[in-house]
């Protein structure tokens, strides 16, 4: 694949961005890494299995928030390094999550992380106790000392995903996030609503952004918004997770839609059809078959080229590709009708 002749993602050079080219009869606009899956069973100490996990390119190398389900049937969460993006070095403990003060804050659980930077400092989101599923929120800025920041939204919540910089538009320089209002359960329905705040403790302006449903079954149950979202040039990328009940269980999916950079709560273009489905061993059978869920999308501007990391079967960590105009184009064909 040639890169961009024009930069179409606003953001830095990834130059060792993990990337394996399109195989010359793939079809498909997304395409799977030919190692998967990049971690496996038992991957650590008395960690079972790593998915639903989250990288951000960091000083030439790679770091991640993992989420690490133990033995004891228990997620938390774990720091992780890489060189290349794929070799993982997953660290054994969990986080040693720290108050204002320094004092210990650990977690009752946490899965299903997001990582990105604001200005100097990264930021984490995942699935907190709240008590009951929530947003949690935290931040680093060495990846040697986590501060554990309140809960930025009310119980019952999942998929909280903040915006990688402030938004100047509809509001005036504020921080943005996505969420999924839901139960206590595991959620029978779900839709993407997004919140505004001055100061990342303050949240309001709620405003619904994508509902479930539409022409494609694949995300009749629930949405969830996936990786940080994706400036570009035309709006902001958001990859998400639909979901479709069957005899069989839930079937977890991955789509794209288009947000408008000004006022991300607007909707440009949405895929009719998911982009990467439960097709291959890794993601029909394990732990929870029939799951591709993406938490993470690292790009390299200068090319435009994306690398997708995804939980399999909420028993592995996968990767796949992607190039934006590409995508970008195939959206603009192949889009619901708003």
Request: charged share 20%; with cysteine; proline share 7%.
């Amino acid at each position: 694949m040639s890169p961009s002749t024009t930069p179409t993602i606003a953001g830095a050079a990834v130059p060792n961005l993990p990337w394996e080219d399109k195989p010359a009869d793939c079809r498909d606009v997304v395409w799977r890494y030919r190692g998967n899956p990049i971690i496996g069973w038992n991957p650590v100490g008395r960690v079972a299995r790593i998915f639903n996990s989250a990288a951000i390119a960091w000083e030439g190398g790679f770091v991640g928030v993992f989420r690490a389900d133990h033995r004891n049937a228990r997620a938390d969460l774990h720091f992780g390094r890489s060189a290349d993006g794929i070799r993982w070095d997953v660290e054994p403990e969990v986080i040693a999550w720290q108050d204002e003060a320094g004092r210990p804050k650990p977690l009752s659980y946490g899965y299903d992380p997001r990582l990105l930077k604001i200005e100097d400092t990264y930021y984490i989101t995942w699935c907190d106790d709240f008590p009951g599923a929530s947003i949690g929120l935290g931040c680093t800025r060495d990846f040697q000392t986590f501060l554990r920041m309140e809960n930025p939204l009310m119980p019952f919540n999942r998929n909280g995903v903040l915006f990688p910089r402030r938004i100047h538009g509809r509001y005036g320089g504020q921080y943005a996030l996505l969420s999924r209002p839901s139960d206590s359960g595991h959620t029978p329905f779900g839709d993407i609503v997004l919140s505004w705040s001055p100061d990342l403790i303050y949240w309001g302006r709620h405003r619904l952004v994508m509902s479930r449903g539409g022409r494609g079954w694949w995300q009749s149950t629930k949405i969830g918004a996936g990786p940080v979202p994706i400036e570009t040039t035309e709006g902001w990328l958001l990859f998400y997770h639909g979901v479709t009940t069957t005899c069989n269980g839930y079937v977890y999916s991955m789509g794209a839609a288009l947000l408008d950079l000004d006022d991300p709560g607007r909707v440009l273009y949405r895929t009719r059809d998911y982009l990467l489905g439960p097709e291959k061993d890794y993601e029909t059978a394990g732990f929870v078959p029939n799951v591709v869920f993406p938490c993470a999308a690292i790009a390299d501007a200068p090319t435009g080229r994306i690398a997708l990391y995804y939980g399999a079967a909420d028993t592995f960590t996968a990767l796949a590709f992607c190039q934006v105009d590409e995508l970008l184009d195939y959206l603009r064909r192949n889009s619901e009708v708003f």
